[in-house]
């Protein structure tokens, strides 16, 4: 029952809501977040394609073993991490389902493994440069590239919103909570309440979306009272938010390595 | 450093306005001079125009809403159809009323450094250092915003609205949001910026006793036109006009309304009520409010024995939000728990639903220990009112929303009591509309009723007279006094002592997660280094009471009028409700 309880605690949305808002601020002291956005989204680039020009199995598992230790060093969230495996453990099992109408299911999860496998490896990269970059930085590598400001800016925002949304959303799911019944029995492994639960969920977004579209129409007035719009097409402006990215030996240093390590994976194996 | 603009006059002349798609203007020609360096309060009721009279002067109006708009408005010389929102914005700095969607960034620093990097000023970096030395926010740069008290945001909106180093701020409702010890901070930093450093301030305010001590002059807006301005002393003795708009005098003005006989004027602040009450104060002798019997019977219905309670936050660590606490709180009560923002109130009211438990100690609601069950649960017992009454809209309908939790139960003809709870709290001409899109104060009353819907036996009530004006006020005490008639228990947080006083049997106050007081109004309000240590403020009657050395202090403007009227037994009609229990 221990490890029931732990579970259940590690997955409270209280448990989620803090790894999530880590993931998306606490990323000062990561390595990938001393890089230069600019030089991240690239390398981001780079590593969409990479394992796309390998069939090799070992290349492939060193290739996710390269990006899982970067994933680390930039504290991606056990959350989404667990995420991901389910949704890669799930994915093979439904092949499996599938093909055992049209044929010998274990050849076919054996011949999609490859392919899964370079899925994950862009998955897990993606975690570990957007989890390492803060709303800041990332707005900033994006707008540098030509990205319009409009958008830029909603990344922030975003990011801003994000815990008043949680907040709000718990809440929602509180006032559903306090005015419904729960389930008589909660039946085995408490599935029924759990079902109860996550119906709860998924109807609490409703009210959840109306909230916020009534609260955007202050955000706009006061933006635009600040100068938003102003900044759109203000020159000055736009450098003085770029002003402080600048590519440095470390940045350079980061790209040639991987590519490296890309490299002596292709040639060694 | 900040400069005065000595050009930062406003002047509206004959201005009308029609929001897009209305029926009816907003306002219907309007003139109004605003004096560089005034520090004005504009007062009206709902639906007044006053927001949108204020809008005006930073072109909001016209150029964000586009409706039909004649007259003319020049701020700071600039003619405001002509001018872009950004340009006038360098003049105007604008504090929104719903403050907490203002803030459009991640940290206080971003925040602050928005408006300035959005016009391109490379010194933005000092701008901002400036800034929040000059309201004394220094050393919250790298803080969150959603992690921030109510008074901290709004002064980082505040901020904000000063980083452009604007001669004109406009603060729309600041005491509306605030606990009273804020919003006196927030009016402290407006008269400092409009004393010494020469800003034109202009407030949108209902609190009179706030715009006696800190404003110049006041601006009457009724129906879309401006009726008068008038410097603070004469508009505040204007009782009909006032009390025509919902806008409640101070209470030294109404004891002196009901005490004086001639045509002096009557004083608007404390100091001038202690000065002419000072001679009444020595010939009234000592009464009992008969209030500080506690009638306590049976067993608690809520208890929390020796509880702690603490959430995580991102930069700051571990935060207590209530250490080893013990109360109970027994049937039949009249329970207020009062304490700044931040203080606690609203984690006890958590505790008691069942959805948070605490990290050590147990609650008892009606002796069930609340970690044994379910929330779900204890609501049959149980309803918690919150402070934000969107949170609870969960249908399209008011009438949907009250029905739900019977509906979700099977409970029979549902239909009879839903109507049974309309009626009872007036809402038959609000039930089909949708609860996010009623009024604040018809909002509180939805929100009540759906409380009520599930007959409980507690109900606790979260801040319930937050951000209303006098007539929603009025309207919302109405409904409580109602409520308990129907409820078996009733416990509200609140930072409102007017209303704890008024209403309450029992006040207990919290600080810090302790508590630091207990007992009826009479006792507590004399424990003035308790309020103190609070944060939190007597309601003014109450200090002036205290300060003429009536002891126990009468409680309302009733008790005290009464008091002074002691020689003449027979104007002992009005009874102030804590003397009926």
Excluded at chain 1, 119 to 138: C, Q, Y
Excluded at chain 1, 199 to 217: E, G, Q, T
Excluded at chain 2, 40 to 59: D, E, H, M, P, R
Excluded at chain 2, 346 to 371: F, R, Y
């Amino acid at each position: 029952m221990t490890t029931l309880d732990a579970l259940r605690d590690a997955t409270s949305v209280e448990a989620i809501k803090s790894d999530l808002l880590r993931t998306a601020y606490e990323n000062e002291g990561s390595f990938l977040h001393r890089l230069d956005p600019r030089v991240l989204l690239l390398w981001y680039v780079v590593f969409l394609f990479v394992p796309w020009l390998f069939y090799d199995m070992t290349v492939l598992l060193g290739l996710l073993a390269f990006v899982s230790v970067l994933a680390v060093l930039s504290r991606v969230s056990l959350f989404l991490v667990g995420l991901m495996a389910f949704t890669v453990v799930t994915t093979l099992g439904s092949y499996a389902v599938v093909t055992v109408f049209t044929g010998d299911p274990v050849a076919a999860v054996r011949a999609l493994i490859p392919y899964t496998l370079k899925l994950t490896i862009i998955s897990v990269s993606s975690l570990a440069v957007f989890s390492s970059m803060g709303p800041k930085t990332l707005s900033q590598g994006l707008r540098s590239l030509g990205i319009p400001r409009q958008f830029t800016f909603l990344i922030t925002y975003g990011y801003r919103m994000l815990p008043v949304l949680f907040e709000e959303y718990h809440d929602l799911v509180n006032s559903f909570r306090l005015r419904s019944t729960a389930p008589d029995s909660p039946g085995r492994f408490r599935w029924r309440h759990y079902a109860y639960l996550l119906k709860l969920s998924v109807r609490a977004f409703y009210p959840m979306i109306f909230n916020v579209a009534k609260r955007s129409r202050v955000t706009v007035e006061a933006m635009e009272a600040r100068g938003f719009s102003h900044s759109l097409n203000d020159e000055a402006s736009t450098e003085l938010r770029l002003a402080d990215m600048q590519i440095r030996p470390i940045d350079v240093g980061f790209f040639v390595g991987s590519l490296l390590v890309v490299a002596a994976l292709a040639f060694f194996f | 450093m900040m400069t005065t603009t000595h050009n930062s006059q406003i002047d509206v002349e004959q201005l009308q306005f029609r929001y897009p798609g209305a029926d009816e203007a907003v306002l219907t020609g309007t003139d109004l001079t605003i004096e560089p360096g005034e520090f004005v309060a504009i007062i009206g009721g709902n639906g007044s125009g006053k927001t949108t009279l204020c809008k005006s002067f930073n072109g909001i109006i016209p150029h964000f809403y586009e409706g039909d708009v004649q007259g003319q408005v020049t701020v700071a010389g600039h003619e405001v159809s002509e001018s872009s929102v950004a340009e006038l914005s360098q003049h105007v700095g604008y504090v929104f009323q719903e403050f907490d969607n203002q803030l459009v960034s991640p940290t206080v620093f971003e925040e602050v450094a928005f408006a300035p990097m959005n016009y391109g000023h490379e010194d933005y970096r000092e701008r901002v250092h400036r800034t929040l030395d000059l309201l004394d926010l220094g050393g919250l740069e790298d803080r969150f915003v959603w992690e921030l008290s109510g008074g901290q945001k709004h002064l980082v909106a505040l901020a904000a609205a000063l980083s452009l180093d604007p001669a004109i701020l406009v603060v729309d409702e600041p005491a509306a949001q605030l606990d009273p010890v804020n919003a006196r901070e927030t009016y402290d930093r407006l008269a400092m910026l409009n004393e010494t450093h020469g800003k034109t301030v202009v407030t949108i305010e209902h609190q009179t006793e706030f715009i006696a001590e800190y404003c110049d002059s006041v601006v009457l807006v009724e129906d879309g036109i401006v009726s008068w301005k008038l410097p603070v002393e004469a508009a505040l003795n204007r009782l009909e006009d006032l009390r025509g708009q919902d806008v409640h005098p101070p209470q030294v003005t109404r004891i002196a309304e009901c005490v004086l006989d001639d045509a002096r004027p009557l004083p608007v602040t404390l100091s001038d009520g202690l000065d002419l009450f000072t001679d009444y104060g020595s010939n009234t002798g000592a009464r009992t409010d008969g209030s500080s019997k506690v009638n306590r019977t049976g067993k608690p219905v809520i208890s929390f024995n020796n509880i702690s309670h603490s959430y995580d936050t991102l930069r700051s660590g571990t935060k207590d939000v209530i250490d080893t606490l013990s109360l109970n709180i027994y049937p039949d009560e009249r329970v207020v728990l009062a304490g700044s923002n931040g203080a606690g109130k609203s984690t006890l009211m958590q505790l008691v639903t069942g959805l948070e438990t605490p990290d050590e100690g147990t609650v008892t609601v009606g002796g069930t220990d609340t970690e044994d069950v379910l929330p779900e649960q204890l609501a049959e017992e149980v309803v918690y009112v919150k402070q934000n009454p969107e949170e609870m809209f969960i249908d399209d309908s008011v009438r949907a929303d009250v029905a739900h939790y019977l509906d979700d139960r099977d409970y029979p003809n549902v239909e009879q009591r839903v109507d049974e709870v309309i009626e009872f709290l007036d809402l038959e001409n609000l039930q089909s509309r949708d609860g996010r899109l009623l009024s604040v104060g018809q909002q509180r009353r939805a929100s009540l009723a759906i409380g009520l819907a599930t007959n409980p036996s507690i109900i606790l009530l979260d801040e319930p007279t937050g951000s209303l004006d006098l007539g929603s006020r009025e309207e919302v005490s109405r409904t409580i006094n109602r409520a308990g008639e129907r409820v078996e228990t009733v416990v509200i947080a609140t930072h409102d002592l007017e209303l704890a006083a008024s209403w309450a049997t029992r006040i207990v106050v919290l600080d810090d997660g302790d508590i630091i007081a207990d007992g009826p109004p009479s006792d507590v309000f004399a424990d003035l280094a308790s309020l103190k240590q609070a944060n939190l403020r007597p309601p003014q009657v109450v200090r002036l009471g205290t300060e003429l050395g009536l002891t126990p202090a009468p409680l309302t403007v009733e008790a005290f009028t009464d008091r002074l009227n002691t020689a003449s037994p027979s104007t002992e009609t009005a009874k102030s409700p804590v003397e009926e229990q």
